[in-house]
Every structure is written in C-alpha cells, then in structure tokens.
C-alpha cells in the first residue's frame, strides 16, 4: 500500500508535470478514514467510538487498545512522506469529497456499502476526467496479514426490515410490489427516479440530475427508498452495478463479524461526546506531531480519556454484557 501511495504522491498519475497527487485522502471526521488501516494493526471495529473489543473476557474501549498504535505508527510514517493529505485534519468531510471528485486523490476510505452515494463521486469525476474511476479494493493487509472492513450484511442496509402483516388483506398484491422493486425496471426506478427527470443515462452509465442528490429531493419522491429496503445487490443496471457488487463482496469477505456489543450505554450521551472529541484530538495529534514520542503522547490520551469520564460508559455496557452472557 505504502508503495502504490507513494507513486500516486511522486510520479505524476494525472500526467500534469506536478506532484498534485494527494495519495491518501481523509478528513476530520473523527478517525473514519482510517478505518482500515486500524483494522490492519488488530483493531477490528468500524470506527465507532461506542465499540468494545473483547479480550480475555473483558470488554475494552476500541480507541483505547494499544494495537492502535501500530496504525498510528504507519500513519505518522504516511504523514511525514507527503503520503497523507497534509490537510486532513482542518478538512471536512464534504471539503474531503469535493478533492476526491476533483481527481486530484489517489486513494479513500469509504462506506462502499452506499454504492449511490459513491456513484456521485464518479459522476462527479467524470466531468473532468471522463476515463477515471474510482474502484473498490480490499482492505489492506497489516503487517501479522490482518484486515478487515466494516459490514453489515445487505439485508440490513440502514437497519431496516420489509414485512408483510400476517392478517394483510393485500398479502399478494404487496409481494408483487415487492417483486416489482427488484425488476430490473423497479430497481431503476426506485434506485434512481425517473429517467430524464432524475437521471439520464449516457455511455451506458447513470448520471444523476443535480436536484436527484438533494436529501430533501430524494425523500419527498421516494428515490433509494425502496432500493435501500430490499437491498439487492446489484441495484444498478448499468456499469456501476458490478462495482457496486464487488463493493459487497469485499464487504462479506472481510467484514468484521465479531461485534460484541452496539447498543449505546445510557450513559453516553453524558460523556462520549467528550470522549468523541478528546480521541479524535489526541488521535489527530499523535499522527501530525510525529517527532513527539507516541508512547508518552499515548498515556497522556489514555488519562485524559480516563479523567473525562471514559470509564462509565464503559463500565455500564460491559455490565449489559456480562448480563447476557
Ligand atoms: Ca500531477
């Protein structure tokens, strides 16, 4: 990885006679850009700061686990060779994407899990560089040969469920409109809107129209709806539909499966807002300032978060835990 990042910094990919490359792109949200790099050291969580790894039969904070620092380590390394956007730590997630659309990022994490939303960064590279694409890989391996990715299984696409009521009078009907949202028509249709209106279709690929991006726009007429609801696959019948499928298929591969517990503590709304912004300070931190010593600069972070209230949330779900075990 370290090499491919390299050549993206130094030899020109864009052809322009500059070294405008930003090889590793990321923003300031939270450490969600380096999800799997984390996961390559033995961190084997999506990045959410509610997540526990168990260990010896106790649960520990993720952002607290030691192995971290492996993943802080390379990123230093990344960092200090011009390999990670320089910026990363002032820049938004949306100042993020409009870099990445711009063509101007080699590579990103992100949630390919929303294969429509990603669409919209291709779309968007298009404009300017009509033969780029920007395609899913798998998670890169650290240096015991561990990865792994966050994901959930496609049926649970934004956690929601489809069911027909047992004493339904329109049971038949509703399995039809069922049938029809995973038609190659149905899934256009509630994938993307209305052709002409919403999407037109050019080189066989989908190019959205602007209001068809618009939150607002996509509840009010039921765009992605239904496509998020049954959760097929291959939603897309166009060229996009086999990266969205292999975006899938990366995630049932290496998908970490070992959750031990997502519930939120009651606990937390008190204290992990805190403890959100003392990790993704410290963590930002330990990575910028890479000629500091990471293990005294890891200490002081582990006793902020301590004397900030990062035992109780803890405490109270290793408690629910133990309590279904
Ligand atoms: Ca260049």
Avoid at 50 to 70: V, W
Avoid at 84 to 95: M, N, V, W
Avoid at 145 to 157: D, S
Wanted: with cysteine; charged share 25%; net charge negative.
């Amino acid at each position: 990885m370290y090499d491919v990042l390299h050549r993206f910094a130094f030899e020109d990919p864009d052809g322009n006679g500059e070294a405008d490359t930003i090889a590793y792109g990321a923003s300031n949200l939270n450490m969600w850009s380096f999800d799997d790099i984390f996961a390559a050291f033995g961190h084997r969580f999506h990045w959410d700061y509610s997540n526990l790894i168990e260990q010896g039969g106790m649960l520990f904070h993720a952002p607290l686990h030691p192995e971290n620092k492996g993943a802080i380590r390379f990123l230093r390394k990344l960092y200090k060779d011009g390999l990670l956007d320089p910026e990363f730590a002032i820049t938004s997630g949306k100042q993020e994407r409009t870099k990445i659309s711009s063509g101007k990022v080699g590579f990103y994490h992100h949630n390919w899990r929303l294969a429509l939303e990603t669409h919209q960064v291709n779309q968007q590279l298009w404009e300017k560089h009509p033969d780029a694409l920007f395609v899913p890989i798998p998670p890169p391996k650290g240096p015991n040969g561990l990865r792994g990715c966050y994901a959930r299984p496609a049926t649970e696409l934004n956690s929601r469920l489809t069911a027909i009521g047992a004493k339904s009078e329109h049971a038949e009907k509703a399995k039809q409109f069922l049938d029809y949202t995973c038609s190659d028509e149905g899934n256009m249709l509630t994938s993307w809107g209305v052709e002409g209106r919403d999407y037109t279709i050019e080189n066989g690929r989908v190019m959205r129209k602007p209001q068809a991006t618009e939150l607002d726009y996509v509840t009010s007429v039921g765009i992605q709806e239904f496509s998020h609801i049954i959760a097929n696959p291959d939603p897309i019948a166009t060229d996009t539909g086999p990266i969205a499928q292999s975006a899938l298929d990366i995630g049932y591969k290496y998908g970490t499966k070992d959750l031990v517990l997502y519930s939120i503590a009651s606990s937390a709304k008190e204290y992990e807002a805190t403890l959100k912004d003392i990790i993704t300070e410290n963590y930002q931190r330990m990575i910028v300032e890479y000629d500091n010593d990471l293990d005294t600069m890891w200490d002081k972070f582990v006793d902020t978060y301590m004397k900030n209230g990062g035992t109780i949330p803890g405490k109270e779900k290793h408690d629910l835990w133990k309590s279904k075990q």
